[in-house]
């Protein structure tokens, strides 16, 4: 543990921050799995559905800076390309 009091305030701030994007990645996690596994499902309905109510999610997690911009993009190129090919 620290001895100068400013970092041990910092590192009880950074055991509450981890917590916090920890939680925040897992809900991001979870939003991509719900699209992956409709896309799995060969529901092209549930598939779209699914992708719309991840992407926002995405987006906030690059603005909190929770992943990467190129990952989030990535993610969505890659999911939307998949959704894409179910019609076909």
């Known amino acids: 543990m620290a001895n100068i009091k400013s970092a041990q305030k910092r590192a009880r701030q950074s055991v509450k921050n981890r917590?916090?994007?920890?939680?925040?990645?897992?809900?991001?996690?979870?939003?991509?799995?719900?699209?992956?596994?409709?896309?799995?499902?060969?529901?092209?309905?549930?598939?779209?559905?699914?992708?719309k109510a991840a992407m926002p999610v995405l987006d906030s997690m690059v603005n909190k800076g929770i992943v990467h911009k190129n990952k989030a993009a990535r993610?969505?190129?890659?999911?939307?390309?998949?959704?894409?090919?179910?019609?076909?």
């Open 19 to 51: 917590a916090h994007n920890m939680a925040l990645r897992s809900k991001m996690r979870t939003y991509l799995k719900r699209v992956i596994t409709a896309i799995e499902s060969g529901d092209r309905a549930a598939a779209e559905a699914s992708y």
């Open 75 to 88: 993610h969505k190129s890659r999911l939307n390309a998949r959704i894409k090919d179910l019609s076909a």
